[in-house]
């Protein structure tokens, strides 16, 4: 592993070779909002939330999956960068129910803090609504489709941390759905392990612990403030 010299925002930046932008860009302190990506868990690139722009190419980069290279120049904030951010998080809300109002996690959800963080106040995308079911059939947990935006963390902590591969994703594009147990009810699932991590990740309202809203959200917004390392929450009603 050697050490590589880029720019971020025109500040020179030393960094290690198997470094992802994601992480070198917010040891600078600088913020840029992300969803699929986890520390760790391995890398997914889904949401697109944490696009860079590298000087020199046109197209926008996903920092959390761009490895650092030496001389690379990389912009966090362009106007270009504001703009994609904005209708990234509009698609993301229009595809699927985030009726924030009532959801368990309403105040507790990450997608929420950083539709606020990026000013989003409305959609103009027209919304998909669909109609997709809820699996209610696990002891303890409750997976809505309708609030999930496949950032895969779920998954990706039941394949990585866990070990349990109960959980993956089936279908393309808007089609796009994550399965239990092979595709069977989540409460048939004979590998789940009933942890609860896929829970404690899930940036969305998409996986809650049942019958217990209150204690469910006092761990989620303690989790939510675990991610977020300290940078300040603002309460947000959808
Ligand atoms: Fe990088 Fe989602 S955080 S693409």
Not at 176 to 200: E, F, H, M, Y
């Given at each position: 592993?050697?050490?590589?010299?880029?720019?971020?925002?025109?500040?020179?930046?030393?960094?290690?070779?198997?470094?992802?932008?994601?992480?070198?860009i917010?040891e600078?302190?600088?913020?840029?909002?992300?969803?699929?990506?986890?520390?760790?868990?391995?890398?997914?690139?889904?949401?697109?939330?944490?696009?860079?722009?590298?000087?020199?190419?046109?197209?926008?980069?996903?920092a959390?999956?761009?490895?650092?290279?030496?001389?690379?120049?990389?912009?966090?904030?362009?106007?270009?960068?504001?703009?994609?951010?904005?209708i990234?998080?509009?698609?993301?809300?229009?595809?699927?129910?985030?009726?924030?109002?009532?959801?368990?996690?309403?105040?507790?959800?990450?997608?929420?803090?950083?539709?606020?963080?990026?000013?989003?106040?409305?959609?103009?995308?027209?919304?998909?609504?669909?109609?997709?079911?809820?699996?209610?059939?696990?002891?303890?947990?409750?997976?809505?489709?309708?609030?999930?935006?496949?950032?895969?963390?779920?998954?990706?902590?039941?394949?990585?941390?866990?070990?349990?591969?109960?959980l993956?994703?089936?279908?393309?594009?808007?089609?796009?759905?994550?399965?239990?147990?092979?595709n069977?009810?989540?409460?048939?699932?004979?590998?789940?392990?009933?942890?609860?991590?896929?829970?404690?990740?899930?940036?969305?309202?998409?996986?809650?612990?049942?019958?217990?809203?209150?204690?469910?959200?006092?761990?989620?917004?303690?989790?939510?403030?675990?991610?977020?390392?300290?940078r300040?929450?603002?309460?947000?009603?959808?």
């Amino acid at each position: 592993m050697s050490v590589v010299t880029l720019h971020i925002n025109d500040e020179i930046v030393s960094a290690r070779s198997d470094q992802k932008l994601l992480e070198v860009i917010r040891e600078q302190g600088i913020e840029i909002p992300t969803l699929c990506h986890m520390d760790g868990i391995s890398e997914l690139g889904g949401c697109r939330l944490c696009l860079v722009e590298v000087k020199g190419s046109n197209r926008l980069l996903a920092a959390c999956v761009t490895p650092v290279q030496e001389g690379m120049s990389v912009y966090t904030h362009s106007e270009r960068l504001v703009n994609y951010r904005h209708i990234t998080m509009e698609l993301l809300l229009s595809e699927r129910n985030h009726t924030c109002a009532v959801c368990v996690m309403n105040g507790h959800c990450e997608l929420q803090y950083e539709a606020a963080e990026l000013g989003v106040d409305h959609v103009r995308y027209e919304y998909m609504t669909p109609d997709l079911p809820i699996d209610a059939s696990h002891s303890k947990f409750t997976l809505d489709h309708n609030r999930c935006i496949l950032c895969m963390r779920c998954v990706r902590v039941c394949d990585e941390v866990e070990g349990a591969h109960t959980l993956d994703v089936m279908g393309r594009g808007t089609n796009s759905r994550i399965i239990t147990a092979l595709n069977r009810p989540w409460g048939d699932s004979i590998s789940c392990t009933k942890c609860g991590k896929c829970v404690q990740v899930c940036p969305t309202g998409a996986l809650f612990e049942k019958g217990s809203s209150v204690g469910e959200m006092e761990k989620r917004h303690a989790f939510l403030s675990w991610i977020l390392n300290g940078r300040e929450r603002k309460e947000w009603h959808w």
